[in-house]
Nanobody, 119 residues
Framework: QVQLVESGGGLVQPGGSLRLSCAASGSIFSIDNMGWYRQAPGKQRDLVASITRGGSTYYADSVKGRFTISRDNAKNTVSLQMNSLKPEDMAVYYC?????????????WGQGTQVTVSS
């Protein structure tokens, strides 16, 4: 089995920072794209940032210049550094990874971690 476990969510004041981390474990052969999505109450789940195995990144316009995604291929981890947080960043954040195992290649999701931005 493959698992993605997130950590690092919490409560932060507007303008503050948080760092989310996600670790993939299990019978992993390789990991391609990794990314972070978020879903606010009553809204769809949207891509926030992604990173290829080679380190190429993508950011949603709403987070450009404030969030930084990074990964450690040796440790099968991906992180999201979030600075200058705004109330509109408040959501459940989900880690996603395209993982190849011996049996198949598919996307896996973490369980989600809550980010609350409030004074």
């Amino acid at each position: 089995q493959v698992q993605l476990v997130e950590s690092g969510g919490g409560l932060v004041q507007p303008g503050g920072s948080l760092r989310l981390s996600c670790a993939a474990s299990g019978s992993i052969f390789s990991i391609d794209n990794m990314g972070w999505y978020r879903q606010a109450p009553g809204k769809q789940r949207d891509l926030v940032a992604s990173i290829t195995r080679g380190g190429s990144t993508y950011y949603a316009d709403s987070v450009k210049g404030r969030f930084t995604i990074s990964r450690d291929n040796a440790k099968n981890t991906v992180s999201l550094q979030m600075n200058s947080l705004k109330p509109e960043d408040m959501a459940v954040y989900y880690c996603n990874a395209l993982i190849t195992t011996v049996e198949l290649r598919r996307h896996y999701w973490g369980q989600g971690t809550q980010v609350t931005v409030s004074s």
